[in-house]
Protein backbone atom coordinates (compact mmCIF):
# COMPACT_ATOMS: atom_id res chain seq x y z
CA UNK A 1 0.00 0.00 0.00
CA UNK A 2 1.40 3.11 -0.93
CA UNK A 3 0.33 6.73 0.65
CA UNK A 4 -0.75 9.43 -1.91
CA UNK A 5 -0.95 13.08 -0.95
CA UNK A 6 -2.95 15.00 -3.50
CA UNK A 7 -3.27 18.59 -3.15
CA UNK A 8 -6.63 20.31 -4.78
CA UNK A 9 -5.67 24.42 -5.07
CA UNK A 10 -8.48 24.70 -7.42
CA UNK A 11 -12.40 24.92 -7.12
CA UNK A 12 -14.37 22.70 -9.69
CA UNK A 13 -16.25 26.34 -10.56
CA UNK A 14 -13.13 27.75 -12.17
CA UNK A 15 -11.52 24.42 -13.45
CA UNK A 16 -13.05 21.40 -15.42
CA UNK A 17 -10.27 19.68 -14.81
CA UNK A 18 -11.02 19.27 -10.74
CA UNK A 19 -12.82 16.53 -11.86
CA UNK A 20 -10.64 14.00 -13.04
CA UNK A 21 -8.16 14.96 -9.83
CA UNK A 22 -10.73 13.82 -7.81
CA UNK A 23 -11.73 10.81 -10.10
CA UNK A 24 -8.22 9.97 -10.30
CA UNK A 25 -7.89 10.46 -5.94
CA UNK A 26 -10.64 7.91 -5.88
CA UNK A 27 -9.39 5.47 -8.60
CA UNK A 28 -5.83 5.39 -6.29
CA UNK A 29 -7.83 4.67 -3.34
CA UNK A 30 -10.03 2.11 -4.48
CA UNK A 31 -6.99 0.50 -6.00
CA UNK A 32 -5.90 -0.30 -2.48
CA UNK A 33 -3.55 2.96 -1.50
CA UNK A 34 -3.97 5.42 1.21
CA UNK A 35 -5.29 9.29 -0.39
CA UNK A 36 -5.12 11.95 1.66
CA UNK A 37 -7.06 14.87 -0.25
CA UNK A 38 -5.92 18.07 0.52
CA UNK A 39 -7.62 20.93 -0.42
CA UNK A 40 -6.31 24.36 -0.53
CA UNK A 41 -6.51 28.27 -1.77
CA UNK A 42 -9.46 28.21 -3.46
CA UNK A 43 -10.12 24.64 -3.42
CA UNK A 44 -11.64 24.43 0.02
CA UNK A 45 -14.43 26.68 -1.85
CA UNK A 46 -16.69 22.84 -2.67
CA UNK A 47 -16.22 21.95 1.13
CA UNK A 48 -19.15 24.22 2.10
CA UNK A 49 -21.82 22.49 0.07
CA UNK A 50 -23.09 23.66 -2.40
CA UNK A 51 -24.00 22.79 -6.45
CA UNK A 52 -20.94 21.51 -7.18
CA UNK A 53 -20.02 19.18 -3.72
CA UNK A 54 -21.20 16.32 -4.58
CA UNK A 55 -18.34 14.49 -6.03
CA UNK A 56 -16.28 15.78 -2.93
CA UNK A 57 -18.94 14.47 -0.70
CA UNK A 58 -18.51 11.06 -2.40
CA UNK A 59 -14.38 11.20 -1.95
CA UNK A 60 -14.95 12.05 1.60
CA UNK A 61 -17.72 8.92 2.19
CA UNK A 62 -15.82 6.28 0.22
CA UNK A 63 -12.56 6.08 1.93
CA UNK A 64 -10.39 9.39 1.13
CA UNK A 65 -9.57 11.22 3.80
CA UNK A 66 -10.39 14.40 2.63
CA UNK A 67 -8.77 18.20 4.60
CA UNK A 68 -8.83 21.39 4.27
CA UNK A 69 -6.55 23.74 4.90
CA UNK A 70 -7.83 25.66 8.07
CA UNK A 71 -5.57 28.96 6.93
CA UNK A 72 -7.75 29.26 3.47
CA UNK A 73 -11.22 28.18 5.02
CA UNK A 74 -11.05 31.32 7.20
CA UNK A 75 -9.77 33.07 4.40
CA UNK A 76 -13.31 32.36 2.72
CA UNK A 77 -15.15 32.54 5.83
CA UNK A 78 -15.88 28.67 5.87
CA UNK A 79 -16.32 27.43 9.25
CA UNK A 80 -16.26 24.58 10.62
CA UNK A 81 -20.02 24.02 10.87
CA UNK A 82 -20.27 24.25 6.96
CA UNK A 83 -18.27 21.93 5.88
CA UNK A 84 -19.43 18.57 4.01
CA UNK A 85 -19.74 15.52 6.48
CA UNK A 86 -16.52 13.80 6.47
CA UNK A 87 -14.30 17.34 5.64
CA UNK A 88 -12.10 17.99 8.23
CA UNK A 89 -10.15 21.53 8.84
CA UNK A 90 -6.57 20.52 9.08
CA UNK A 91 -3.11 22.90 9.08
CA UNK A 92 -0.90 22.71 6.33
CA UNK A 93 1.75 21.27 8.35
CA UNK A 94 0.05 18.34 7.84
CA UNK A 95 1.17 19.00 3.99
CA UNK A 96 4.82 19.32 5.69
CA UNK A 97 4.13 15.93 7.55
CA UNK A 98 3.11 13.77 4.72
CA UNK A 99 5.92 15.03 2.66
CA UNK A 100 8.31 14.32 5.32
CA UNK A 101 6.74 10.87 5.30
CA UNK A 102 7.51 9.86 1.81
CA UNK A 103 4.16 9.75 0.38
CA UNK A 104 3.69 10.31 -3.27
CA UNK A 105 2.70 14.08 -3.76
CA UNK A 106 0.96 15.70 -6.47
CA UNK A 107 -0.42 18.63 -6.30
CA UNK A 108 -3.36 20.51 -8.66
CA UNK B 1 14.35 7.06 -9.05
CA UNK B 2 11.43 6.97 -11.27
CA UNK B 3 9.04 9.79 -11.81
CA UNK B 4 5.54 10.10 -13.90
CA UNK B 5 4.73 13.56 -15.12
CA UNK B 6 1.60 14.48 -15.53
CA UNK B 7 1.11 17.21 -17.99
CA UNK B 8 -2.54 19.20 -17.97
CA UNK B 9 -1.79 22.63 -19.04
CA UNK B 10 -1.21 23.65 -22.69
CA UNK B 11 -0.68 26.53 -24.71
CA UNK B 12 0.85 28.99 -21.71
CA UNK B 13 3.10 31.09 -22.84
CA UNK B 14 3.93 28.74 -25.79
CA UNK B 15 5.05 31.37 -28.41
CA UNK B 16 6.88 33.44 -25.82
CA UNK B 17 8.82 30.39 -24.62
CA UNK B 18 9.18 29.04 -28.26
CA UNK B 19 8.45 25.93 -26.52
CA UNK B 20 5.96 24.08 -23.69
CA UNK B 21 8.46 24.86 -20.53
CA UNK B 22 7.21 21.52 -18.97
CA UNK B 23 7.85 19.62 -22.27
CA UNK B 24 11.32 21.06 -22.47
CA UNK B 25 12.25 20.71 -18.87
CA UNK B 26 11.30 16.86 -19.86
CA UNK B 27 14.03 17.18 -22.38
CA UNK B 28 16.69 18.78 -20.16
CA UNK B 29 15.50 16.17 -17.53
CA UNK B 30 15.89 13.05 -19.52
CA UNK B 31 19.87 14.59 -20.51
CA UNK B 32 20.36 14.81 -17.18
CA UNK B 33 19.78 11.07 -16.44
CA UNK B 34 16.08 10.91 -15.33
CA UNK B 35 14.40 8.13 -15.69
CA UNK B 36 10.60 9.27 -16.25
CA UNK B 37 7.41 8.27 -18.13
CA UNK B 38 5.35 11.23 -19.50
CA UNK B 39 1.21 11.33 -19.26
CA UNK B 40 -0.40 13.68 -21.21
CA UNK B 41 -3.59 14.77 -19.94
CA UNK B 42 -6.67 16.93 -20.50
CA UNK B 43 -6.06 20.01 -22.79
CA UNK B 44 -2.13 18.51 -22.78
CA UNK B 45 -3.77 15.89 -25.07
CA UNK B 46 -3.69 18.53 -28.05
CA UNK B 47 0.15 17.94 -28.33
CA UNK B 48 0.01 15.14 -29.56
CA UNK B 49 -1.54 16.36 -32.87
CA UNK B 50 0.19 16.25 -35.99
CA UNK B 51 -0.95 19.05 -37.49
CA UNK B 52 -0.19 21.91 -34.89
CA UNK B 53 1.66 24.80 -36.94
CA UNK B 54 1.93 28.26 -35.63
CA UNK B 55 0.76 31.16 -38.07
CA UNK B 56 3.96 33.65 -38.52
CA UNK B 57 3.82 35.69 -35.58
CA UNK B 58 4.81 39.73 -35.70
CA UNK B 59 4.65 42.34 -33.19
CA UNK B 60 5.54 45.45 -34.97
CA UNK B 61 8.46 44.87 -37.06
CA UNK B 62 9.75 41.70 -34.45
CA UNK B 63 9.10 38.81 -36.32
CA UNK B 64 9.25 35.15 -34.34
CA UNK B 65 11.48 33.18 -36.21
CA UNK B 66 11.24 29.79 -34.22
CA UNK B 67 7.83 29.31 -33.31
CA UNK B 68 7.02 26.31 -31.22
CA UNK B 69 6.79 22.51 -32.50
CA UNK B 70 5.28 21.15 -30.03
CA UNK B 71 3.92 17.96 -31.64
CA UNK B 72 7.95 17.40 -32.34
CA UNK B 73 8.83 18.22 -28.69
CA UNK B 74 6.87 15.53 -27.95
CA UNK B 75 8.22 12.89 -30.49
CA UNK B 76 11.78 14.03 -29.56
CA UNK B 77 10.98 12.57 -25.88
CA UNK B 78 9.39 9.48 -27.32
CA UNK B 79 12.81 8.95 -29.81
CA UNK B 80 14.48 9.49 -26.20
CA UNK B 81 13.10 6.66 -25.21
CA UNK B 82 10.72 8.30 -22.75
CA UNK B 83 7.35 6.63 -22.57
CA UNK B 84 4.64 8.97 -23.37
CA UNK B 85 1.22 8.37 -22.82
CA UNK B 86 -2.09 10.38 -23.49
CA UNK B 87 -5.31 10.07 -21.86
CA UNK B 88 -7.41 7.86 -24.64
CA UNK B 89 -10.70 9.71 -22.88
CA UNK B 90 -9.45 13.23 -22.98
CA UNK B 91 -8.45 12.44 -26.86
CA UNK B 92 -12.33 11.08 -27.41
CA UNK B 93 -13.82 13.96 -25.18
CA UNK B 94 -11.73 16.87 -27.61
CA UNK B 95 -12.97 14.97 -30.75
CA UNK B 96 -9.59 13.77 -31.94
CA UNK B 97 -9.02 10.42 -33.78
CA UNK B 98 -5.56 7.88 -34.00
CA UNK B 99 -4.79 9.08 -37.72
CA UNK B 100 -4.19 12.90 -36.06
CA UNK B 101 -1.61 11.84 -33.66
CA UNK B 102 2.03 11.55 -34.09
CA UNK B 103 3.03 7.62 -33.91
CA UNK B 104 4.52 6.35 -30.62
CA UNK B 105 1.72 7.65 -28.29
CA UNK B 106 0.70 5.32 -25.97
CA UNK B 107 -2.81 4.98 -24.59
CA UNK B 108 -3.99 4.93 -21.24
CA UNK B 109 -7.49 5.16 -20.16
CA UNK B 110 -8.17 7.29 -16.76
CA UNK B 111 -9.32 4.20 -15.01
CA UNK B 112 -5.86 2.92 -15.44
CA UNK B 113 -3.87 6.24 -14.22
CA UNK B 114 -4.01 4.73 -10.82
CA UNK B 115 -1.82 1.66 -11.79
CA UNK B 116 0.24 3.45 -14.25
CA UNK B 117 1.14 6.08 -11.26
CA UNK B 118 1.97 2.57 -9.24
CA UNK B 119 4.85 1.98 -11.34
CA UNK B 120 6.80 5.27 -10.32
CA UNK B 121 8.52 6.28 -6.99
CA UNK B 122 6.94 9.76 -7.42
CA UNK B 123 4.28 11.36 -10.02
CA UNK B 124 4.83 14.88 -10.51
CA UNK B 125 1.69 16.83 -11.63
CA UNK B 126 2.22 20.02 -14.28
CA UNK C 1 11.90 19.08 16.93
CA UNK C 2 10.87 16.89 14.07
CA UNK C 3 13.69 14.42 12.85
CA UNK C 4 15.37 16.05 9.67
CA UNK C 5 14.46 15.49 6.75
CA UNK C 6 15.37 17.15 3.11
CA UNK C 7 12.27 18.56 0.74
CA UNK C 8 12.60 20.06 -2.91
CA UNK C 9 9.90 22.42 -4.14
CA UNK C 10 9.81 23.12 -7.93
CA UNK C 11 7.78 26.53 -8.51
CA UNK C 12 6.86 28.10 -11.36
CA UNK C 13 4.43 31.08 -10.55
CA UNK C 14 5.82 34.44 -10.90
CA UNK C 15 4.88 36.73 -7.92
CA UNK C 16 1.97 38.61 -7.28
CA UNK C 17 0.24 36.39 -9.65
CA UNK C 18 -1.32 33.43 -7.78
CA UNK C 19 -2.12 32.00 -4.47
CA UNK C 20 0.44 29.00 -5.02
CA UNK C 21 2.98 31.57 -4.14
CA UNK C 22 1.56 32.21 -0.67
CA UNK C 23 1.14 28.53 -0.10
CA UNK C 24 4.09 27.46 -1.33
CA UNK C 25 6.36 29.89 1.14
CA UNK C 26 4.02 28.72 3.57
CA UNK C 27 4.99 24.83 3.08
CA UNK C 28 8.96 26.21 2.71
CA UNK C 29 8.46 28.04 6.32
CA UNK C 30 7.17 25.26 7.91
CA UNK C 31 10.25 23.16 6.91
CA UNK C 32 12.16 26.04 7.53
CA UNK C 33 11.00 25.69 11.58
CA UNK C 34 11.75 22.52 11.79
CA UNK C 35 15.40 22.63 10.61
CA UNK C 36 15.01 20.87 7.19
CA UNK C 37 16.93 21.12 4.34
CA UNK C 38 15.01 22.84 2.00
CA UNK C 39 15.90 22.53 -1.74
CA UNK C 40 14.05 25.20 -4.25
CA UNK C 41 14.15 25.49 -7.43
CA UNK C 42 12.73 27.94 -9.19
CA UNK C 43 11.02 27.64 -13.03
CA UNK C 44 10.03 30.05 -15.44
CA UNK C 45 8.58 33.31 -13.54
CA UNK C 46 9.42 32.06 -9.68
CA UNK C 47 12.91 33.36 -10.58
CA UNK C 48 11.36 36.76 -9.81
CA UNK C 49 10.90 35.66 -6.12
CA UNK C 50 14.09 36.75 -4.80
CA UNK C 51 14.20 39.99 -7.33
CA UNK C 52 15.81 42.17 -5.50
CA UNK C 53 15.04 45.30 -6.97
CA UNK C 54 10.91 44.80 -5.22
CA UNK C 55 10.15 47.93 -3.56
CA UNK C 56 7.17 48.44 -1.26
CA UNK C 57 4.69 51.29 -1.82
CA UNK C 58 2.25 53.45 -0.27
CA UNK C 59 -1.34 52.31 -0.94
CA UNK C 60 -3.69 55.21 -0.99
CA UNK C 61 -7.05 53.05 -1.62
CA UNK C 62 -5.87 51.83 1.69
CA UNK C 63 -5.33 54.98 3.03
CA UNK C 64 -1.75 53.79 4.29
CA UNK C 65 1.65 55.36 3.64
CA UNK C 66 4.51 52.74 2.64
CA UNK C 67 5.46 52.11 6.14
CA UNK C 68 2.05 51.76 7.08
CA UNK C 69 0.81 49.80 4.57
CA UNK C 70 4.10 47.71 4.86
CA UNK C 71 4.08 45.40 2.01
CA UNK C 72 5.48 42.18 2.34
CA UNK C 73 7.81 41.73 -0.51
CA UNK C 74 8.26 38.02 -1.67
CA UNK C 75 12.12 38.99 -1.45
CA UNK C 76 11.69 39.33 1.74
CA UNK C 77 10.07 36.11 2.10
CA UNK C 78 13.03 34.11 0.66
CA UNK C 79 15.53 35.78 2.72
CA UNK C 80 13.47 35.25 5.66
CA UNK C 81 13.13 30.98 5.26
CA UNK C 82 16.85 31.27 4.56
CA UNK C 83 17.49 32.71 8.01
CA UNK C 84 14.81 30.46 9.35
CA UNK C 85 16.19 27.31 8.61
CA UNK C 86 19.73 28.11 9.41
CA UNK C 87 18.12 29.28 12.67
CA UNK C 88 16.61 26.13 13.33
CA UNK C 89 19.70 23.78 11.94
CA UNK C 90 18.59 23.69 8.64
CA UNK C 91 19.78 25.45 4.99
CA UNK C 92 17.65 26.61 1.93
CA UNK C 93 19.50 26.10 -1.28
CA UNK C 94 17.40 28.35 -3.72
CA UNK C 95 18.27 27.78 -7.75
CA UNK C 96 16.87 30.23 -10.04
CA UNK C 97 16.71 28.59 -13.46
CA UNK C 98 19.57 30.54 -15.50
CA UNK C 99 17.65 30.22 -18.89
CA UNK C 100 14.37 31.55 -17.50
CA UNK C 101 16.38 34.38 -14.99
CA UNK C 102 18.26 35.75 -19.12
CA UNK C 103 14.98 36.16 -21.09
CA UNK C 104 13.38 37.68 -17.82
CA UNK C 105 15.95 39.70 -17.02
CA UNK C 106 15.67 38.49 -12.74
CA UNK C 107 19.87 38.07 -12.37
CA UNK C 108 19.78 40.46 -9.46
CA UNK C 109 18.26 38.67 -6.16
CA UNK C 110 18.98 38.78 -2.52
CA UNK C 111 21.97 36.82 -1.32
CA UNK C 112 21.33 33.06 -1.08
CA UNK C 113 20.07 32.70 -4.27
CA UNK C 114 22.33 30.42 -7.14
CA UNK C 115 21.90 29.99 -10.45
CA UNK C 116 21.61 26.48 -11.92
CA UNK C 117 19.52 24.55 -14.82
CA UNK C 118 16.91 21.39 -14.67
CA UNK C 119 20.60 18.81 -14.00
CA UNK C 120 20.19 21.14 -10.45
CA UNK C 121 16.52 20.01 -10.12
CA UNK C 122 17.20 16.41 -10.98
CA UNK C 123 20.27 15.98 -8.18
CA UNK C 124 18.21 17.86 -5.90
CA UNK C 125 14.78 15.22 -6.56
CA UNK C 126 17.34 12.36 -6.01
CA UNK C 127 18.97 13.73 -2.90
CA UNK C 128 15.60 14.67 -0.94
CA UNK C 129 12.90 12.70 1.37
CA UNK C 130 10.50 13.52 -1.15
CA UNK C 131 9.61 16.22 -4.00
CA UNK C 132 6.70 18.62 -4.50
CA UNK C 133 6.22 20.10 -8.25
CA UNK C 134 3.58 23.04 -8.12
CA UNK C 135 3.25 24.02 -11.44
CA UNK C 136 1.64 27.10 -12.61
CA UNK C 137 -1.41 27.06 -14.73
Redesign the interface.
Known amino acids: MTDYLMIESRDPFDSGDVANFLVLAEGLSKAGNRVTLFLVQNGVLPARHGVRSAQLAALAGNGVEVLADSFSLQERGISANRLLPGVKAAPLETVVDRLAGGCKALWH | ?1 K ?1 LN ?1 I ?2 AY ?2 TLE ?1 QDD ?2 LW ?1 MH ?2 K ?4 EQGVVL ?2 NAVNYTVKAQGVPPLAIGARRQQQGPRLAEAVSGLIGKGVEVYAVSD ?1 LTERGLQSEELIDGIKMVR ?2 D ?3 L ?2 GY ?6 | MKDKKTLTFMLMDAPFENARTTTAMRLIDIAARRGYDINVFAYEGAVYLPFAAQKQHANAVHGHDVVQEDHPLPREWVEAVVQEAAKNGGRVDWVNCGLCVDERGAVDTVAGVRRGSPADFWKMATSSDNTLVIATK
Open positions: MTIETRAEPVIALGAGARADKALPACGDQVWHW
